[in-house]
């Protein structure tokens, strides 16, 4: 396994690695050290060596790996800034209103019957639920009803049972809607399934026939798995209360990793597929297939439209392969999907929409979009974007979709793990909305949304200062004016505007370190504060 780790590794930095080790080796001979230090020093060397938007890939995807992450330990490039709602670009026919973020790690979503939202975090380990407002937002602020979960993701809901798909396992609950409350124990349905390697979390949703159905995905880029559930959407009937198995089937395999899944009018099941990666920019495309029983999607045989892979394409599919009725563009990352069935946007009516989370295995970004797919009389699908504005002019990520869902009056909700937002989007004229009820304390004095429009830029600018400062005083003091001589405060006005100093302080040099009780607002409030100390600082120097 290490092995075959640390060719992909070597594959992938290419003229990196190459370069890395050629310096490293030259010094080492200069210096006399052993042969190992070169091929150590080359690993650390080689990020160096490379162009940017690769780097922070290859930080991004191998950060938590336990072997690659020990070789790789430093974070992700700082290129994440605050979500700017009013950047997003909503589909004609439609507006979008931001709910809530800073709630990094949001995944998978279901409305209750009172029309509260559950969320599962993946960051925390926690399934959450976001109480609906009158005016058809989320109260800010969650309650949390599981913790310390194993990577949870998929949520499916059945009668006044909710149930929920850890990496491991799935489980159900009893709540109670009208309060937010748990009524019963955490109760085992489905245990001990795979739950090693790359794609770790399930998906699971009821299909018309009442049976339990679970996405599996592979535990590797590509290779022949040991259970036969992985890379498969698996099929459970239960018993007439809902809480064991009574059969167990692999519905389709050949799935790399079908996050999404839904069925459309006709009881047709469709889900996403997401294709290998290291085979370059352009290649294999991600999957929108219709899953039949018993049907072989390919991997890790062939890829797209029969593409015979690499790796394994000399061997014999298990079965004849079944292409995709669809091929989104390579590495996009489709993610979760679901069919309108509400919808009163023209043309919108029995389309598919499909959240693209966006690519890590190429030069430059693609996906970071959420796209509709519309049937075309002559057979295939038109794809269009619903949502766009995840990546901002300069090509850094703002936001990352994972799931759409649709309520029965045609609202669709969006969740976004990377900017921890959650969006609903409705019919309109291109509005965009910001939904969120702010609160602003500014010296122990809490000032409602109400009031936040009375006030005039300069009063805000000002309220964000007083912010700054106070945490400021509670989280950098120490180490900056008690010690003006070690760590010197003054003239940042000539070297960072607001958004250079902001991400100069969410991912600071050694020995700098993480503020990491602060969240994305709060970094913003301290470089207002900072920024304006520098001001009044050089006027009395003046």
């Known amino acids: ?30 210096l006399k050290l052993t042969s190992v230090v070169p091929l150590i020093a080359a690993f650390y060397l080689a990020p160096v060596m490379l162009p940017t938007g690769v780097e922070a890939s290859l930080r991004e995807s191998w950060r938590d790996h336990p072997i690659l992450g020990f070789l790789f330990p430093a974070p992700p490039l700082p290129e994440q800034r605050e979500f700017m709602f009013d950047g997003l670009i909503p589909a004609e026919g439609w507006q979008v209103g931001m709910m809530v973020t800073d709630f990094k790690g949001l995944r998978f979503m279901e409305l209750t019957s009172t029309k509260d939202l559950l969320v599962t975090n993946a960051s925390k380990g926690e399934l959450m639920v976001f109480k609906r407002r009158a005016d058809g937002g989320v109260e800010q602020e969650p309650q949390v009803l599981i913790t310390q979960l194993d990577r949870p993701q998929g949520i499916a809901v059945r009668g006044d049972w909710i149930y929920l798909a850890e990496a491991g396992r799935i489980a159900r609950v009893k709540y109670r809607a009208t309060n937010q409350a748990l009524t019963s124990g955490y109760e085992i349905v489905v245990d001990n399934l795979p739950k090693e390697g790359y794609h770790a979390r399930k998906t699971i949703d009821f299909g018309p026939d009442g049976a339990l159905y679970v996405s599996i995905g592979s535990s590797c880029n590509v290779c022949i798995e040991e259970d036969s559930r992985s890379a498969t959407i698996m099929r459970y009937e239960l018993n007439g209360d809902g809480s064991a198995v ?52 390919g991997w890790p045989f062939v890829n797209g439209d029969g593409a015979p ?18 091929p989104f563009r390579a590495h996009v990352a489709a993610l979760g999907m679901e069919f309108l069935n509400s919808s009163e946007v023209d043309g919108y009516q029995n389309s598919a929409v499909v959240a693209l989370h966006g690519s890590w295995n190429r030069s430059s970004y693609d996906g970071y979009q959420v796209v509709s797919l519309h049937p075309k009389g002559g057979g295939g699908f038109e794809e269009r974007v619903l949502l766009d504005g995840f990546l901002n002019a300069q090509g850094q990520r703002l936001g990352r979709p994972v799931d759409v869902i649709e309520d029965d009056e045609g609202i669709i909700y969006i969740s976004d793990d990377y900017s921890g937002s959650l969006f609903r989007m409705a019919p309109g004229n291109g509005e965009v909305v910001d939904m969120r009820v702010a609160r602003i304390v500014v010296e122990e004095v809490e000032i409602t949304e109400r009031a936040r429009i009375e006030l005039t830029p300069a009063q805000l600018a000002a309220m964000k200062r007083a912010r700054g400062k106070k945490l400021y005083d509670r989280y950098c003091l120490r180490c900056h004016d008690d010690k003006p001589d070690l760590i010197p405060l003054y003239n940042l006005e000539t070297r960072y505007d607001q958004y250079s100093l902001m991400e100069y302080i969410l991912d600071p040099p050694p020995a700098m370190p993480v503020i990491e009780a602060v969240d994305t607002r709060g970094v913003d409030a301290i470089s207002a504060y900072l920024l304006a100390k520098d001001l009044v600082e050089s006027e009395k120097e003046e």
Request: charged share 20%; net charge negative.
């Open 1 to 30: 396994m290490f092995m075959q780790l640390f060719g992909l590794s070597l594959l992938t930095l290419g003229v990196g690695v190459a370069a890395a080790i050629v310096i490293v080796v030259l010094l080492s001979r200069w």
């Open 246 to 297: 009574v059969n167990e089937e692999v519905f389709a395999s050949g799935l790399r990793y079908s996050v999404g899944f839904d069925w459309n009018s006709a009881g047709e099941m469709y889900a996403t597929d997401n294709g290998r990666d290291l085979l370059g920019d352009d290649y294999p495309p991600d999957e929108y297939n219709r899953i039949v029983r018993g049907g072989f999607y």
């Open 309 to 326: 892979d690499p790796d394994f394409g000399d061997m014999s599919p298990p079965a004849e392969v079944r292409n995709p009725e669809h």
